[in-house]
Structures are given as structure tokens and as C-alpha cells.
């Protein structure tokens, strides 16, 4: 079991540049979210999906969008990167039945020149 | 959208057992508190979670009052490898999950 597995680790970016941020599990899990976290900051909620065919907004979801594939898949687009955006995404998923344990990727550091 | 207040920093020793409150005003009926840990460039971790009295792991306890608008994590003889950010929250599956600012806890020996 990979558990979440997020690509790239590391990119970086010009302002204007779009890019996707992948994200996978493989626990069969319904939910699935994504973070940003500024350096010493908390994480904040971008889009989350409660199940397969669902995207809500979080907290932070302008300059963002994004995809639920499918089960398994939920990727993060930035259709024109901003400087503001420099952070580290996180990914996370929960099985979304009953109760909200949240397993998370290992993170993606993204700087934006 | 439920929102925690915790404090911000705590300070202890090894071997001291340390108490993290969180307080959650608005906590609806469904949901549940739980607890994360986070080191530096890692994702967070689950702790614990619980809804209501006590739930006790292998690492921590946690304690829910009757009205549920606090609770707090137990942290029982912690090492230097506890210095963490620690985070609670509050929700349910398949809604937005937001945490707080957390609190950073510095042990030192």
C-alpha cells in the first residue's frame, strides 16, 4: 500500500506558467482533499471532493480548479501561477463513511517566480 | 464551517505529561474532534479522535466534556521527538475539514 502518493515533490514555476498537481490513494477512500500550507503557517483548504463526481470549494479556492478523475485521482490545476501561490500542497484522503481520519501525501513544494 | 481555537505555543520538559485544550463553540451534532500531529515538511499524522468522553491510545488520551465544546489531548510523558505542531479539528466525512493555526509544543530536555 503506497497510501497517497503526490506528484511532482518539487516544481518551480514563472508567473503565468499553469501546471497540474497530481495526487493518487489506493485505500479505497471516498474523500479526498487539498491543503496549502505558507511557510509557518497552518494548512488551509483549497477544493475538497466528498466522493467520486464531487468538488466543493474550501477555504482558499481562487486561482485554483480541480479534477476527481476518478476514485483513485484527484489533481490540482493553477491555470496561471502568482507569486501568492508559492507553497507546499498537501493531499489527503479519508474513507468518508462514519468518521474523518485524514491520511496525508507527502507534499508538493512549488515556488512561483 | 466548525472553527477550533487552540493555544498557539507550549513549552515542557521530558518525561512531563503535557494538556493541549481546544476549543470548538460550534461544534455540530455529527461531528467528531480529531487530533493531528505535524513535523517540519512532512504531511500531518492522526493522533486520536473521539466524540464524546474519553478515548485513550497508545499515545494519547483524549477528553470530550458533556457539551463537547472543548476537548483536550493528553500528551503523557513526552520525549524530545514530541515537539511537533499539533492540530485539532472538528467535522465529518465528506465536508469541509479546516484546521486552525495549531499549536506548536517545544520539548526540551
Known amino acids: 500500500n503506497a497510501g497517497v502518493t503526490q506528484t511532482p515533490k518539487f516544481q518551480v514555476l514563472k508567473t503565468g506558467q499553469s501546471m497540474t498537481l497530481q495526487c493518487a490513494q489506493d485505500?479505497?477512500?471516498?474523500?479526498m482533499y487539498w491543503y496549502r500550507q505558507d511557510p509557518g503557517m497552518g494548512l488551509r483548504l483549497i477544493y475538497y471532493?466528498?466522493?467520486?463526481?464531487?468538488?466543493d470549494k474550501g477555504e482558499v479556492p481562487n486561482g485554483y480548479n480541480v479534477s476527481r478523475l476518478n476514485k483513485r485521482e484527484f489533481s490540482l490545476r493553477l491555470e496561471s501561477a502568482a507569486p501568492s501561490q508559492t507553497s507546499v500542497y498537501f493531499c489527503?484522503?479519508?474513507?468518508?463513511?462514519?468518521?474523518?481520519?485524514?491520511?496525508f501525501g507527502p507534499g508538493t513544494r512549488l515556488t512561483v517566480l | 464551517l466548525a472553527k477550533t481555537t487552540q493555544p498557539i505555543s507550549m513549552d515542557s520538559y521530558e518525561g512531563q505529561e503535557v494538556n493541549i485544550t481546544c476549543s470548538h463553540n460550534?461544534?455540530?451534532?455529527?461531528?467528531?474532534i480529531t487530533w493531528y500531529q505535524q513535523f517540519p515538511s512532512q504531511g500531518p499524522r492522526f493522533i486520536i479522535q473521539?466524540?464524546?468522553t474519553k478515548v485513550t491510545n497508545e499515545v494519547a488520551s483524549l477528553f470530550i466534556p458533556a457539551d463537547r465544546k472543548s476537548s483536550t489531548l493528553s500528551l503523557p510523558r513526552v520525549s524530545l521527538s514530541d515537539t511537533a505542531v499539533y492540530y485539532c479539528?472538528?467535522?465529518?466525512?465528506?465536508?469541509?475539514?479546516?484546521f486552525g493555526k495549531g499549536t506548536t509544543l517545544s520539548v526540551s530536555s
Open positions: 489527503a484522503s479519508s474513507a468518508g463513511q462514519g468518521y474523518n481520519e485524514q491520511f
Open positions: 485505500m479505497n477512500h471516498n474523500s
Open positions: 471532493s466528498a466522493s467520486e463526481g464531487t468538488t
Open positions: 460550534n461544534i455540530a451534532t455529527n461531528d467528531y
Open positions: 473521539g466524540y464524546k
Open positions: 479539528l472538528v467535522g465529518r466525512a465528506g465536508t469541509a475539514l479546516i
